[in-house]
């Protein structure tokens, strides 16, 4: 499967699905880096890895739509049959919904529908829940919103610090996050072979 990974941070996730596709448990290549920060740290990591980046900043753009269809250029060129979100902080237009629906899959650190937004991690421990979590989830255009793949529940402990809360979260996104997209790239696969037969 040929995905471009969309990034705006730190990309400590796509880091995780270069190390399960170089251990085979991920059968992906990460043909494109979608980055929409100049100064992200995600950039270094991909061209450590030699991965082609595309990074153009949306405030150089008249439109959204505009923005976007020059990102689904990148993405034609570069023969992309799944797009993986992975910190990416920027919602997602039609111009890309509509050519990769029910292609586009995201992570975000709550159990949705709980702590949506861009600061689930330290609203859910300042809210004083006993746990949150991660859901993985296919995107449609409202945010945070579109149908639930997976969600794995992380408790919140009374010793935990925001930090060692953080920490824990990170690392449950890091060893899920590649297993579940083996698996619906997987179920992708089976369901093309049953459709020619
Ligand atoms: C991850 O925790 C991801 O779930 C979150 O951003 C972080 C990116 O970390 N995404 C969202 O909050 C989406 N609403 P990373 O850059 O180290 O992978």
Known sequence: MKIAVFASGTGSNFTALVQAIKQGQLAATIELLVCDQPDALVLKRAEAERIPIVCLKPSDFATKTAYEEQVKEALILHEIEFIVLAGYMRLIGPTLLEPY?????????????????????????????????????????????????????????????????????????????????????????????????
């Open 101 to 197: 629906k029910n292609r586009i899959i995201n992570i975000h650190p709550s159990l949705l529908p709980a702590f949506p937004g861009r600061t689930s991690i330290a609203d859910a421990f300042d809210a004083g829940v006993s746990e949150s979590g991660i859901t993985i989830h296919y995107i449609d255009e409202g945010i945070d919103t579109g149908p639930i793949i997976y969600q794995k529940a992380v408790p919140i402990l009374k010793t935990d610090t925001f930090a060692t809360f953080t920490k824990r979260m990170h690392a449950v996104e890091h060893t899920i996050y590649p297993m579940v997209l083996e698996k619906i790239f997987q179920e992708g696969a089976s369901n093309e072979k049953k459709s020619l037969n």
